[in-house]
Structure formats: structure tokens, C-alpha cells
């Protein structure tokens, strides 16, 4: 018997202690709430993605949301505007990436879903600037994304 929703023949494995390998981060707690650099960051959901690292960011610099296929969703919408009215965010990366399975690993899907996003974005948080970035697995790198196109 398979446990849902996934039909797996396997048990989730046990969640990693925290600190388990690595030192532990006490100073997470001594951060403010809002982040540093007023930055939110929509990426796709994507095991391989590791955001703050792959955008050369660090704790605290921005908020981080992610869905599949970093679709700017009505839960998306609300969570932007919370932190953009009451944590002071200004700015949003929108990050899609190559072999998105949720675009049934189309990159030109993936980058239209950013530049539909960035158009809901600005019809409802219009005081908010947004960048759109593709990551690249086989380069390793984020590369900009124009708006139009």
C-alpha cells in the first residue's frame, strides 16, 4: 500500500535534524523580519533550485516563495502584497529554469510563464519593480530574461 498522494510503495523518509550537518545559524533570530535587500524572490519549486545560493544571496536578504513552475498564482498575489505593504518589499525576482517539469521541461514555456507573471504583478502591485531571470542547470548560471518578447 502506497501512502498519498503519491501512490509510493515507501514511507517519507525521516526529516534531517536540524544542525545535522552544519553548524547551527543563532543568528537567524537576530535578523529583522523584513528582509535586507526589500526583495522577494518566485521560484520554481525544483529540488535542484537552491535559491539563495544559485542567486548569490544570503539569510535575510530576501522573502522566498515557491510553487511549480514559479507561477505567480492568487496565493502568490496575497503573499507579495503582504510583503510588499508591511515588510517593505520593492523589488521581485521571478526565476524560471531549464527542464521545468511543470512546463513539461520546455524552457520557451518556462520564460512565458515569467513574462506572464511579471505583467500580473504589475497590474496589481504596480509599485513594485520586477526582474525576470532563467537559471540554467547546464551553465549554472541565471541568466536576465527581457520583459517583452
Given at each position: 500500500m502506497?501512502?498519498?498522494p503519491f501512490d509510493r510503495t515507501t514511507e517519507p523518509s525521516e526529516p534531517p535534524r536540524a544542525g545535522a550537518d552544519e553548524a547551527p545559524a543563532p543568528e537567524a533570530a537576530l535578523l529583522p523580519r523584513e528582509p535586507a535587500r526589500r526583495l522577494a524572490v518566485l521560484t520554481c519549486m525544483d529540488s535542484?533550485?537552491?535559491?539563495?545560493?544559485?542567486?548569490?544571496?544570503?539569510?535575510?536578504?530576501?522573502?522566498?516563495?515557491?510553487?511549480?513552475?514559479?507561477?505567480?498564482?492568487?496565493?502568490?498575489?496575497?503573499?507579495?502584497?503582504?510583503?510588499?505593504?508591511?515588510?517593505?518589499?520593492?523589488?521581485?525576482w521571478l526565476v524560471a529554469h531549464s527542464d521545468?517539469?511543470?512546463?513539461?521541461?520546455?524552457?520557451?514555456?518556462?520564460?512565458?510563464?515569467?513574462?506572464?507573471?511579471?505583467k500580473r504583478v504589475h497590474s496589481v502591485l504596480p509599485g513594485v519593480s520586477v526582474r525576470l531571470l532563467f537559471y540554467?542547470?547546464?551553465?549554472?548560471?541565471?541568466?536576465?530574461?527581457?520583459?517583452?518578447?
Open positions: 502506497g501512502w498519498a535542484r533550485l537552491d535559491p539563495l545560493r544559485d542567486l548569490g544571496l544570503r539569510r535575510g536578504d530576501a522573502m522566498v516563495l515557491r510553487n511549480a513552475g514559479a507561477q505567480v498564482s492568487d496565493d502568490v498575489e496575497r503573499s507579495l502584497g503582504l510583503a510588499h505593504e508591511n515588510l517593505g518589499v520593492g523589488e521581485l521545468c517539469a511543470a512546463q513539461g521541461g520546455d524552457d520557451e514555456a518556462a520564460v512565458a510563464e515569467l513574462r506572464r507573471g511579471a540554467d542547470f547546464a551553465a549554472g548560471v541565471a541568466v536576465a530574461v527581457a520583459p517583452g518578447g
